[in-house]
């Protein structure tokens, strides 16, 4: 199925770093979603963007949905070991109610 | 606890057999989806209902699965004669019939077939 391209794959930081990573596609989407999921456990909803160029945060997340409507970056903060997890973009597209979701950011905090 | 519950949460099962998992979405929650996720991949959409109606289906959904939300609350998505290939974490989710709208998931059904 259609996936999201996401990057990057996987990081290993050290505590208190920031972290960046986004999504791409080929079509515009209209809402870009980005969830955290640990292992064994289903996705959490960290942030939810709407508007071309909006700029969302939730404590040390910040989101912003890209202004060509078709790439949506995600920045954590002066991160902590529990921020260890998968984060995956999902995308709405354009006039569809099927959300598409990337590959997955793997990320591992040294602490 | 208002959020999405599935069952169950862990099942094994024998290559033939026939396997069912439910679904209970977020109550006010009209829009109900179902997406497979294999080892190191995202979630993979499979099909989703809005109230009762299934609206959507993907390829990856072949005949021997049939998933059903017969009253427009819960949910169930059956695999007939399991191949290993099944195998696979099996994820529901629910939103609201809304222009923005977000979904939550619930904590997935891992699936495997021996």
């Known amino acids: 199925g259609q996936q999201l391209n996401q990057s990057p794959q996987s990081m290993f930081i050290q505590e208190g770093e920031d972290v960046s990573m986004n999504c791409t596609s080929s079509s515009i989407f209209n809402t870009w979603l980005w969830y955290k999921q640990d292992p064994g456990e289903g996705p959490v909803l960290l942030i939810a963007l709407y508007k071309a160029g909006e700029l969302t945060s939730n404590g040390r997340l910040t989101a912003q949905f890209g202004i060509t409507r078709k790439d949506s970056f995600l920045n954590i903060s002066a991160s902590i070991p529990s921020d260890v997890g998968i984060y995956f973009c999902a995308g709405l597209p354009w006039g569809t109610y099927k959300y598409i979701f990337g590959t997955g950011t793997r990320l591992k905090v040294l602490a | 606890d208002t959020g999405v519950s599935q069952d169950p949460r862990h099942k094994i099962t024998k290559r033939g057999q026939n396997v069912t998992f439910r679904c209970d979405p977020i109550?006010?929650?009209?829009?109900l989806y179902w997406y497979r996720q294999t080892l190191g991949q995202g979630p993979e959409f499979l099909t989703y209902f809005q109230n009762e109606a299934q609206l959507e289906k993907s390829r990856l959904l072949s005949d021997r699965f049939s998933a059903e939300r017969p009253k427009g609350s819960f949910s169930t998505l059956e695999i007939q004669r399991t191949e290993q290939g099944d195998s696979a974490m099996y994820l529901c989710?629910?939103?609201?019939?809304?222009?923005?709208?977000?979904?939550?998931f619930g904590q997935g059904t891992r699936l495997t077939v021996v």
């Open positions: 989710a629910s939103s609201l019939v809304m222009e923005n709208t977000e979904a939550f």
């Open positions: 109550s006010e929650h009209n829009r």
